[in-house]
């Protein structure tokens, strides 16, 4: 699915309307089974076990989309890192989760903060999004959903629904180089330089995402509170 609807607007308006208008084109039956993982994860209360504000995230290393290796603990020495989580290259509201984030990053490096990207799928794939995308920001390679599945976020698509997916391009096992059909819920975090986590959110309903506003926001604060000075 192209995703056609202008950038300025909020990104969980463009969103919106992207899901309106392949509404109106996209079989029921194939949308609903497209859509079904949502009600299985707000079912099972999925998102209430992952990584909440206070927590404390562990250190990873990653390759990044030309397959150099990406260390947390060495980007956390520069300033805060935003991480967010997206499914992958064939995820049309991760394309405009990322490209409003990619909009927003000249204001999230004047905060001081770095940002990343991590979703299963190979170097290869993830270099092929940041080229179509143009995207400036590092897209990391989360294979296996290792660093993922430490933030509780880790879930499997079920097999009745794997079909459809394929229909619309959503061939997991192609993606992420793995036979495995787990994916990330979509989670936006902010870490400030302890590796303390100051922004969690983290949304069953995979077409819900945060937007760049609220992270520039809660960075600024943080920005703030390093150059209150010291009694």
């Known amino acids: 699915m192209a995703t056609t609807v202008p950038m300025n607007t909020p990104l969980q308006q463009q969103i919106d309307e992207f899901i309106a208008e392949g509404a109106s084109w996209l079989p029921t039956d194939l949308l609903q089974?497209?859509?079904?993982?949502?009600?299985?994860?707000?079912?099972?209360?999925?998102?209430?076990?992952a990584l909440k504000e206070g927590a404390q995230?562990?250190?990873?290393?990653?390759?990044?989309?030309?397959?150099a290796p990406v260390t947390l603990s060495q980007l956390l020495t520069r300033g805060p890192v935003v991480m967010?989580?997206?499914?992958?290259?064939?995820?049309?509201?991760?394309h405009l989760a990322?490209?409003?984030?990619?909009?927003?990053?000249?204001?999230?490096?004047?905060?001081?903060?770095?940002?990343?990207?991590?979703?299963?799928?190979?170097?290869?794939h993830s270099r092929a999004l940041a080229e179509k995308l143009e995207l400036t920001f590092a897209l990391l390679s989360d294979m296996g959903n290792r660093v993922a599945r430490q933030f509780g976020l880790v879930f499997t698509i079920d097999e009745a629904v794997r079909g459809a997916h394929k229909q619309v391009g959503a061939d997991l096992p192609r993606?992420?180089?793995?036979?495995?059909?787990?994916?990330?819920?979509?989670?936006?975090?902010?870490?400030?330089?302890?590796?303390?986590?100051?922004?969690?959110?983290v949304h069953s309903d995979f077409t819900?995402?945060?937007?760049?506003?609220?992270?520039?926001?809660?960075?600024?604060?943080?920005?703030?509170?390093?150059e209150e000075p010291t009694a």
């Open 33 to 49: 089974d497209l859509l079904s993982p949502i009600g299985q994860l707000i079912n099972s209360g999925a998102a209430e076990k």
């Open 57 to 67: 995230v562990p250190d990873f290393t990653l390759l990044d989309a030309r397959g």
């Open 84 to 94: 967010t989580f997206y499914r992958g290259q064939w995820c049309p509201y991760c």
């Open 98 to 124: 990322l490209r409003a984030y990619q909009q927003a990053l000249p204001r999230m490096q004047a905060g001081g903060a770095s940002l990343v990207a991590l979703s299963p799928q190979t170097p290869y």
């Open 175 to 201: 993606f992420n180089g793995t036979e495995s059909w787990e994916l990330p819920m979509a989670g936006t975090f902010l870490v400030d330089q302890l590796g303390t986590v100051r922004l969690a959110f």
């Open 208 to 226: 819900r995402r945060l937007d760049p506003s609220v992270i520039i926001a809660r960075i600024n604060e943080l920005q703030g509170e390093r």
